[in-house]
């Protein structure tokens, strides 16, 4: 599985990519820095909040496999699934929450590492 950078060519606020997303993961947390791939159908929004790096995976089309989850873990944060915290529920939890979405998505997950501080 080829994992593709997706350029941002202007200053957008990855808010207005996926406002309920953002909204309901981040709050108010301030970001350091954010990159968006793509991997096959599945999107990837890299996100470093200062103290957590945070990977979202939004599939809208089919759920996301263990193995494209292991895949994406390994090649952009460098480190074992036992390093990470993944929630495969995330989708579900939004929707409790009362999240309603402006088009379906089949899949949402959300991975969470923290760095070790030196």
């Given at each position: 599985?080829?994992?593709?950078?997706t350029?941002v060519n202007r200053?957008?606020?990855?808010?207005?990519?996926?406002?309920?997303?953002?909204k309901?993961?981040?709050g108010?947390?301030?970001?350091?820095?954010?990159?968006?791939y793509?991997?096959?159908?599945?999107?990837?929004?890299?996100a470093?909040?200062?103290?957590k790096?945070?990977?979202?995976l939004?599939?809208?089309?089919k759920?996301?496999?263990k193995?494209?989850?292991d895949?994406?873990?390994?090649?952009l944060l460098?480190?074992d699934?036992?390093?990470?915290?993944?929630?495969?529920?995330?989708k579900h939890?939004?929707?409790e929450a009362?999240?309603?979405?402006s088009?379906p998505?089949k899949d949402?997950?959300?991975?969470?590492?923290t760095p070790?501080?030196?």
């Amino acid at each position: 599985m080829k994992i593709i950078e997706t350029p941002v060519n202007r200053n957008l606020n990855l808010e207005n990519f996926y406002p309920n997303i953002t909204k309901f993961i981040f709050g108010k947390t301030a970001l350091k820095y954010y990159k968006l791939y793509a991997a096959d159908r599945t999107q990837v929004i890299y996100a470093d909040t200062y103290d957590k790096i945070r990977l979202i995976l939004i599939n809208d089309r089919k759920k996301i496999r263990k193995e494209e989850v292991d895949t994406i873990i390994h090649r952009l944060l460098k480190v074992d699934r036992r390093a990470v915290h993944v929630d495969v529920n995330i989708k579900h939890k939004m929707q409790e929450a009362g999240s309603t979405f402006s088009k379906p998505h089949k899949d949402i997950i959300l991975v969470e590492y923290t760095p070790k501080k030196d």
